[in-house]
């Protein structure tokens, strides 16, 4: 919508997400999870609470409701530039001269063309919040025991690194090869829902 439109509009959303873009996610969720903390472990504790949440922990809430808050406006400006692109195709034009309104021009036209691009920003934000969790659970504020994390395994192994530096070198091995994999599945899925990738 942004970006089709433009204007004031456009001035109006771009300004929200670059505020929004700004906060910092690790401090946010550092900071929530210390608030989280006592109200969540009074709910645990009065039974008021799901039993997934409190299996769950604080550390992982906290980072679930910052990933829902923050995680978009890197999309959203990538959408916006993709529909900014776009909507100076000669097909956009002609759509506008068979007399198709906005609605269909975004769900039909535009849309479909940026699937690419929010496949792979998608696939390139997962590994980002998976080095968060990781890096939140080896500080210790991340995912509460007895639930495991790369980064506490990680944590855990520095004590016996001398003796055991496979209990380091194994977790560290993990994160890379979930983050290759993220990124190979990313290229894959673009090449296949790209229409203009088609032929």
Known sequence: ISGLLGGKVDAVMMRIVEIIYSLPDMLIIILLRIVLNEPLTKAFDSGHAFGALQTLGPGIIAMFIVYGLLYWVGMARIVRGQVLQLKEMEYIS????????????????????CIGQLVVTTMLQIPSAIFTEAFLSFLGIGVSKPLASLGSLASDALDGIASYPYRLIFPAMAISIIILAFNLFGDGLRDALDPRLKK
């Open 94 to 113: 002609a759509a506008r001269a068979l007399g198709a309104n906005n609605k269909r021009l975004i769900f039909k036209h535009l849309l479909p063309n």
